[in-house]
């Protein structure tokens, strides 16, 4: 079975500090992606990736940052937190054009 | 931007009866269709896909259809049980480099037994 796993299911962090989530995926897909979901806001797309070291912006990707060293690994970064990112925060993978499969989630918490 | 849409964003049904949940895209060169299930806590579930060169594919107590003339796409769920309740997303995936999944905002299924 594919696996998504993401690091934390909850967190909950300070305003104004960095925090990181971390992704990692086991079937070797080249795409990978960070969504965040908000009641009533659907799934919405902050950044993803098609390879190792390659990123591309998605819809909201204001006060965010990605990262992607290894072909497993898509970290997301929150530069400094604020209370509007307060929200489950989304992993999940994919071949091309294929079927993207979800991590877990974070509900990341900013007081 | 494009998007996907569900027509309805709550549906409430009885054990036993059968359910369809709806999905209008709106992205004409989308070619991959996917519908997942949420449950309260948890990631989003792949229950069955379809592309764009069929129109109709079966699962186990679930079908999806697809009629692109209309850009429309439904969920029917058999014999709904009290473990299908969940919010239910659709998602397109353009067949274009750099591109990801569109999804819409959720349906929520109810079953009431």
Known sequence: ?111 | GESVGLHLPTLSVQEGDNSIINCAYSNSASDYFIWYKQESGKGPQFIIDIRSNMDKRQGQRVTVLLNKTVKHLSLQIAATQPGDSAVYFCAESPYQAGTALIFGKGTTLSVSS
């Open chain 1, 1 to 111: 079975d594919v696996k998504v796993t993401q690091s934390s299911r909850y967190l909950v962090k300070r305003t104004g500090e960095k925090v990181f989530l971390e992704c990692v995926q086991d079937m070797d897909h080249e795409n990978m992606f960070w969504y965040r979901q908000d009641p009533g806001l659907g799934l919405r797309l902050i950044y993803f990736s098609y390879d190792v070291k390659m990123k591309e912006k998605g819809d909201i990707p204001e006060g965010y940052s990605v990262s992607r060293e290894k072909k497993e690994r898509f970290s997301l970064i929150l530069e400094s937190a604020s209370t509007n990112q307060t929200s489950m925060y989304l992993c999940a993978s994919s071949y091309w054009g294929g079927t993207a499969f979800f991590g877990q989630g974070t509900r990341l918490t900013v007081v």
